[in-house]
């Protein structure tokens, strides 16, 4: 997403806001690095996955004492302002006294037939709208007084302290332009594939790695996924060997499967924790995990020999030879790295967390 960052930047300056805060949610494409430098542009990193309540929430937290207003939307929203030259002016001349929450309805563009997203301006791209009953989005961006909301967001609204109202604004005074769909390629990961699921796409690109050395090796796919059907006759077509898909297991015989294998291979960027490597490393079973910001803090720092980045098949072929050169030594390792963790540890460590946030924290919340 980060090509769109330039655009909704310059823009939204533009329409009046002073400062902008992206969520970064496990980007690929340097987001971070790209744009460090603006001062009035701050990246946060935000690594856990299926958190987008999690993530508005610690925003209404964080801009409560920064600003007045806080508008809560997606990066692919452009927020238009019709009756007014900028956003703060509309903002100013529909609240009162006790409106704390403005709604912007959000009108849904085309994709335009693209098979690829293009990488030219989003707003001179997509010029057509979708057609009803499609053009309008269920749900709106909404600006809220942070200061007068419950600090506990919901996705596309906060909650207001009494007797505090929201109003939701006519797109004849501004609206928001929703580029959700941008090429049939984005549409098919997004819409078919899922936003927030395991994602299922990232496996075929393992069977393609595991291609040229498919008579060293047995691939077994555990559980069952969207893209099942297609992914066979994928393997069909390339006339690869030597892959099994299992289905649906009992968890009470995962373990079965674990044990037997020389390696778990993980495809997820965007685990929460990673149980399924915790159940691996516990069966004593090696881990082959992709790099993102979690596992790199739980396990790089005892197994970084089999991290490997996505997009680089040497690195992935790299971490199967290691564990075939160490099977013995590193089955040991892991039994002994998974004993140090326990939910009883955990919870211990998540209270003792609570009780000196409770404890530092000078200024009520509520």
Known sequence: MAYLVDEWYEYHRRVGFDHL?????????????????????EIIRWPWRRSQHQAYTHALLLTRDRCVWTLFSDLDVFIFPRS?????????????????????????????????????SITETYIHRKRLPDAWDKNPSTAVITSLAVPMH?????QLLKPYKSIILSSDIAYGVHY??????????????GRTGIKDWIVPRTVSIL??????????????????????????????????????IDYTNLYKYYQSAQAFICTNLNETYGFTLL???????PIIYPKCPVFEK???????????????????????????KNDKNLRQLCRAHACQYSWKKATEELVSLYQNIVANHETKIF
Not at 180 to 193: E, V
Not at 308 to 320: P, T
């Open 84 to 120: 007014s030259n900028s956003v703060r002016s509309v903002i100013q001349n529909q609240a009162s006294s006790d409106i704390a929450q403005i709604s912007f309805k959000l009108l849904r563009m085309s994709h335009e037939n693209l098979v690829e997203c293009s990488n030219t």
């Open 279 to 285: 159940e691996s490393l516990s069966c004593g079973t």
């Open 21 to 41: 805060i992206i969520y970064d949610n496990n980007s690929t494409d340097g987001l971070g690095m790209l744009f460090a430098n603006r001062a009035d542009l």
């Open 180 to 193: 959700s769909d941008r090429c049939w390629k984005q549409y098919f990961f997004q819409k078919i594939i």
């Open 154 to 158: 919901r996705i596309h609204e906060a």
């Open 211 to 248: 291609h040229p050395i498919q008579d060293e090796y047995t691939l077994d796919i555990v559980g069952f996924g969207s893209v099942e059907d297609v992914l066979k006759l994928y393997i069909k077509e390339k006339q690869i060997k030597n892959i099994q898909f299992i289905g649906r």
């Open 298 to 324: 739980l396990y790089k720092p005892y197994f970084p020999q089999l991290e490997y980045d996505i997009n680089n098949n040497k690195e992935f072929i790299n971490a199967l030879k290691y564990i075939q």
